[in-house]
């Protein structure tokens, strides 16, 4: 353990040998640290996920440095299914530790197998397809589009969690307990899967309580009545009736007589009809034949209409995922800059580029925690530099009178670092030679307002046209009043030479002959803006 003031190894004392500084709570906070990966990396070797996961970001919540346990937390979300999180994690710690980092090792896996990387990406797509179905209440296609998810990634605990809800929507609760025993063979302590289980097992168990208290009613209607005679024990069914002779014989000519009435009533005008009955029964086939085939025809055109729907629907959601804006086409973009960033951090206009393409209200609504922290990482980094080159950019352009190229780059390089000064003073002045005087004098404006008492405001409130000058010019002499003769508040702009304006009389008269005042404009008026005929043009 390092002292975290001098970089000197800390002995067994509560101080540092090195410096002084007291070591106390520092200790405890790393070994508190260290506890929470050795718990973490336990869980994990028991595939306790879920509770490995909780206490690794809380031992990085302690120590943000702690490599082992970023690259086990990296390594447990690829166990589930994540991998965009698993490398968000492996690259975080690359740019902590560059050198003898075993993330490499793990990037490099990942990187140098692009089938399986196609794999991830298809996985993530029709996982997304499948909550677009479930949204759409169409659950059978969202069954289909899962079970190819898990084909192809087996480890997903997503998509059996999200499977097995859907089983239990259809009330297959068979199927649905299978699918969470496979969940639990995975991440054995996820809460969400035993919480479904739970569910599961209980509407299984009132099934087999049902069926058994089926079963006993109706093995009480089969009871029977015992009793002794004597020595001996007779049993004797509860419905059992006892008959008599007479009643035997009753009974006997009842049925007789039933029979003859039947044989009058019934058999003898059933013949009379068996003559008809070959013609009613062929036309029934006939109509029964006809209404099968306008079955199927019906069928076949509800499937057609049904394929063509789902056609569509693929369709659209395959532009919302794979298009210029989907998550999939932004994935992509991160890991481009985050190649870009390895392989080389001062290709800045690369990387910038790929970060520009993705969309900040992706960023602010539906990008994982992961995905957040792997792009600030990369845009805090270069931000400030690709600010410098497109500046530089900007300036070049500006020399070559390509002011539409200047524009674009001077306006990326003052939204990427708003306290550059001398891109928006230049801007202004590109606008101003494009003549846009209407955004330069904009312009000019937040240079004044943005950057009061320097330099380029007192440059700017010159360049400013005749409408907004007159306005201004009565505040502009209070405060060069104030100053002392001779004073100039340093900066570090660099602007363009400016050009006095020149304002034409409008009530033409005879001129008189003036001394023009060495610092005053001889038509407004009005003092000239302070100009240093040393100070370069471009950066």
């Not at 994540?82 to 490099?108: M, P």
């Not at 494009?434 to 904009?442: C, I, L, Q, R």
Request: glycine share 6%; proline share 4%; hydrophobic share 35%.
């Amino acid at each position: 353990m390092k002292c975290y003031n001098c970089g000197c190894n800390l002995s067994e004392k509560n101080f540092c040998t090195g410096c002084g500084v007291d070591v106390t709570l520092y200790k405890k906070i790393i070994y508190m640290s260290n506890r929470y990966y050795n718990d973490g990396l336990e869980k994990a070797n028991v595939r306790d996920l879920s509770g490995a996961i909780i206490s690794l970001k809380q031992s990085l919540k302690l120590n943000k440095n702690n490599m082992n346990a970023r690259n086990l937390l990296g390594l447990v979300y690829y166990e589930t299914g994540e991998a965009v999180a698993a490398l968000g994690e492996w690259v975080i710690s690359k740019n902590l530790k560059n050198n003898k980092n075993i993330a490499d090792d793990y990037i490099r896996m990942v990187q140098s197998n692009p089938t399986k990387l196609d794999a991830m990406n298809q996985t993530i797509k029709k996982y997304n397809q499948a909550l677009a179905y479930c949204y759409q209440d169409s659950l059978d296609l969202a069954v289909i589009q899962l079970k190819k998810v898990l084909s192809i990634n087996p480890n997903l605990v997503k998509g059996y969690q999200l499977l097995a809800l859907l089983y239990i929507q259809a009330e297959e609760w068979g199927r649905a307990e299978r699918t969470l025993n496979r969940a639990l063979k995975i991440d054995s302590s996820n809460t969400l899967t035993l919480k479904y289980l739970k569910e599961t097992e209980k509407m299984l168990n009132k099934q087999e309580d049902s069926s058994n208290s089926s079963k006993k009613k109706k093995a009480a209607k089969e009871e029977v009545i015992t009793y002794q005679s004597g020595n001996e024990t007779i049993i004797q069914p509860i419905n059992t009736k006892k008959t008599g002779g007479l009643s035997t014989v009753a009974n006997i000519m009842i049925g007789l007589i039933v029979g003859a009435l039947m044989g009058v009533f019934l058999i003898v005008p059933a013949m009379n009809k068996a003559d008809n009955s070959d013609v009613n029964k062929n036309f029934t086939e006939l109509s029964d034949q006809l209404a099968a085939k306008n079955a199927a025809v019906s069928e076949l055109e509800q499937r057609v209409q049904a394929l063509e729907d789902e056609k569509t629907a693929l369709q659209e959601e395959m532009e919302a995922v794979t298009g210029s804006e989907g998550v999939l086409k932004t994935s992509d973009y991160l890991l481009q800059a985050g190649n870009a960033y390895i392989e080389d951090k001062s290709k800045v206009i690369e990387i910038m580029d790929y970060l520009g393409n993705i969309d900040k209200a992706y960023l602010e609504s539906g990008a994982s925690e992961p995905f957040k922290s792997l792009y600030e990482t990369i845009y805090n980094d270069i931000s400030k530099k690709a600010a410098k080159e497109y500046y530089n950019a900007g300036m070049t352009a500006s020399k070559e009178d390509d002011y539409a190229t200047a524009i674009t780059e001077l306006t990326k390089a003052w939204e990427l670092d708003e306290t550059n000064v001398d891109a928006l003073y230049n801007l202004a002045h590109a606008y101003r030679n494009s003549n846009n005087t209407t955004k330069a004098d904009e312009l000019y404006k937040q240079v004044i307002e943005l950057f009061p008492n320097t330099r380029n405001a007192r440059n700017a409130q010159g360049y400013l046209s005749d409408s907004n000058n007159e306005a201004q010019a009565e505040a502009a002499n209070e405060e060069n009043g104030d100053e002392e003769e001779g004073e100039d508040i340093p900066d570090n702009s660099n602007p363009v030479v400016p050009q006095a304006p020149v304002i034409p009389d409008p009530t033409p008269a005879v001129p008189e002959i003036t001394i023009p005042t060495p610092g005053i404009d001889p038509i407004t008026g009005l003092p000239l803006p302070a100009v240093d005929p040393n100070a370069p043009l471009g950066p």
